[in-house]
């Protein structure tokens, strides 16, 4: 199955700079945004917003077509 990734910030820097950011990954049936996320080699903390709706857990199971969008953990003060 497809899902579109979209990665922000420092993020950018796990796909080629011709992508911009952005892709489609084939991930296989019953993949979790980890899976995901272990695909890219992302292993930094991060907050994943599926189909531009809500936030999800790395548990979260992917979908056909999910558009999840990717931001770097932030802390502030």
Known sequence: ????????????DYLPPAQ???????????????????QLGIRTPVIVNINE???VEPSYPVREGDKLLVVGHSSGG
Request: proline content about 0%; hydrophobic content about 40%.
């Open 53 to 55: 709706t809500h936030e």
């Open 1 to 12: 199955m497809h899902i579109h990734i979209q990665l922000f910030g420092g993020l950018r």
């Open 20 to 38: 911009r950011g952005k892709t489609t990954l084939s991930v296989s049936e019953g993949a979790t945004v980890h899976d995901v996320l272990a």
